[in-house]
């Protein structure tokens, strides 16, 4: 069974601080997604990375997928309020549509 | 576009009662996605569908659950009898592109 861990499950910062959020398995994906959840919505897609040790940059969000494609971690510089939400990691297969979703972490940014 | 529709938004119902829940999936996209969402469980994948035909339903916990997609524009994800462990939010999600899903605003189901 695959399975996506991601740390830390919360996470609560002032605003302006800067945070790494990690997304840990021991199964190779061949594609790994980042999504923000907003309370009462669905997730939102941010970023799709495909090649290992490939790193990937959205406004203040940057993204890397680890080298031997196991692994995973987003970084946020000068967090905003905004930035608050459940952040998800996902991993896809290659040859299917299905991905399997992280633990998901919890963020809350403080004015 | 108006996105993938869900209804309805909250349902709520008795232990043994049937419970349908409707998705329309974004126009022209071919694959549907049906999600459940617990604290204790995440975000699992239960079933999905392309070109209205289901392609992987190994995420279905029991019979008691099943989907049927009729048309490209409508699906269903019918659970009898329901359950309290029921409980949670169902998504669905459709996608044109491989890894491109877009996200509905989900169903909360509370079975008392």
């Known amino acids: 069974t695959q399975l996506l861990e991601q740390s830390p499950q919360f996470l609560s910062i002032q605003e302006g601080e800067n945070l790494t959020v990690y997304c840990n398995s021991s199964?190779?994906?061949?594609?790994l997604q980042w999504y923000r959840q907003e309370p009462g919505e669905g997730p939102v897609l941010l970023v799709t990375?495909?090649?290992?040790?490939e790193v990937k940059k959205l406004k203040r969000l940057t993204f890397q997928f680890g080298d031997a494609r196991k692994d995973s971690s987003l970084h946020i510089t000068a967090a905003q309020p905004g930035d608050t939400g459940l952040y998800l990691c996902?991993?896809?297969?290659?040859?299917?549509?299905?991905?399997?979703f992280g633990t998901g972490t919890r963020l809350k940014v403080l004015a | 576009d108006a996105g993938v529709i869900q209804s309805p938004r909250h349902e709520v119902t008795e232990m043994g009662q049937e419970v349908t829940l409707r998705c329309k999936p974004i126009?022209?996209?071919?694959?549907l996605f049906w999600y459940r969402q617990t604290m204790m469980r995440g975000l699992e994948l239960l079933i999905y569908?392309?070109?209205?035909?289901?392609?992987?339903d190994s995420g279905m916990p029991e019979d008691r659950f099943s989907a049927k997609m009729p048309n490209a524009s409508f699906s269903t994800l019918k659970i009898q009898p329901s359950e309290p462990r029921d409980s949670a939010v169902y998504f669905c999600?459709?996608?044109?592109?491989?890894?491109?899903?877009?996200f509905g605003q989900g169903t909360r189901l509370t079975v008392v």
């Open positions: 126009s022209g996209h071919d694959y």
């Open positions: 569908f392309n070109n209205n035909v289901p392609i992987d």
């Open positions: 199964s190779v994906f061949s594609s």
């Open positions: 990375v495909v090649t290992g040790g």
């Open positions: 999600a459709s996608s044109l592109v491989l890894g491109r899903a877009f």
């Open positions: 996902a991993g896809g297969t290659s040859g299917t549509y299905k991905y399997i």
